[in-house]
């Protein structure tokens, strides 16, 4: 191993011979039989997962009442309820740690500390005889984070320690809040996007800069704690409030006295939802739905990248034999890659598909029937058009 680099990056470079690559491509094929396994089970929850939240909010669209935010009916006593209305409040929401105080349903205190981050890269280089070196680079950069960074973990942390953070984020909950004659409880008014900024007024980081007997402004809004904001030190503080403001806002949940609770439907899934202004049942469903089908997206595309890292962890000790003539090694490497997403491209559809018959067998054999249907069809009229070919062959001869 070697060092080199200044005072901001320093690169390391690894020698690892031939034959401890082999053991650790042999190790990885056990890893990467645990992958594949995984993949399937992940894809195959999923689709599960999926159906029950489809099925789920179809319930809950067939049962949802529209009720009128005069009055709490006790009739509607555990039903899954809709109402639309202005929230109120009365009292400020206030954070005591500065004395910043704002009227709303949900106060925010988001704090960031300047640190130093390190950063890696790595560049792989094959020598003849399968040996391999490899050159990581260690970088140390300023940013602006919400949550310390473990300086301490660091390849090289003299130099680069983060100290910890005076303060943390906080948050205020309306405890009176009013939907009409509904009052809706802590959870609900999380679930509301915070979205308006609260300036911090210049008087606050004055009292501030007296009780910590140190620098402190305030700047575009925010609570700057530190010499210059223009620049910054490590260790310096940036605090800013987010607020829920009072307003129209609609919500879906099961009717629990005055609140909203979790209502569970016989699908499986327990529906509480909130959004900001008058939105209508039928869109609050839609809505979710529609992140239903992205969140299923996105999990078939982890379960396929996961399936595609297992091939290629199993196909790994041919390439690494095949090194000892690094141009060789490559081309392998390549086809290795070629093989492990083909091989992905077949089998993730397939568990899909058996998910499918499993949660949806229905649907599945309506699919699969409308598919032969169009198939059939298609090959008949093919059929057809051959044969008006071959006999208006003859007759374009004479």
Known sequence: ?????????????????????????????LFGLVLI?????LLFW???????????LMEGAGLVVDVDTGKVDPANEGKLVHVSGEIKTTAALNDPEFGVSAAGVHLVRVVEMYQWKEE???????????SEDTVTTYSYVNTWAESRIDSSKFRRPDGHANPQMRYSRY???????????????????????????????????TRVAQRLRGPAQSVDGRLYIGADPANPRIGDL??????????????????????????????????LMARPGVVSAADMFKAAEQENRILTWILRVVGSLVMFAGFALILRPLVVVADVIPLIGNV????AGIVSLLLTAVLAPIVIAVAWFWYRPLVSVAVLVVGFAIAYGLKVLAGRRNAARIVAAPAAAR
Do not use: C
Request: glycine share 12%.
């Open 37 to 41: 396994p995984a993949s399937v089970v």
């Open 1 to 29: 191993m070697s060092d080199t680099g200044g005072s901001d990056s320093f690169s390391e470079t690894t020698h690892t011979s031939w034959g401890s690559r082999i053991g650790e491509s042999i190790k990885g094929i």
């Open 171 to 205: 948050e205020a909950v309306a405890s009176d809040a009013k939907l009409g004659a509904f009052r809706p409880g802590e959870r609900v008014l999380r679930m509301l996007p915070a979205n308006d900024q609260v300036r911090v007024d210049p008087e606050v980081a």
């Open 46 to 56: 999923n689709e599960g997962r999926a159906v029950q939240t489809h099925r789920s």
């Open 120 to 130: 890696t890269s790595t560049e792989t280089r094959k020598n003849a005889g399968g």
């Open 238 to 271: 940036r605090i800013s409030y987010q607020l829920v403001k009072a307003g129209l806002a609609s919500v879906i949940g099961r009717q629990a006295g005055s609140d909203f609770a979790d209502y569970q439907t016989q699908a499986g899934d327990r529906l």
């Open 332 to 335: 392998l490497g390549a086809g």
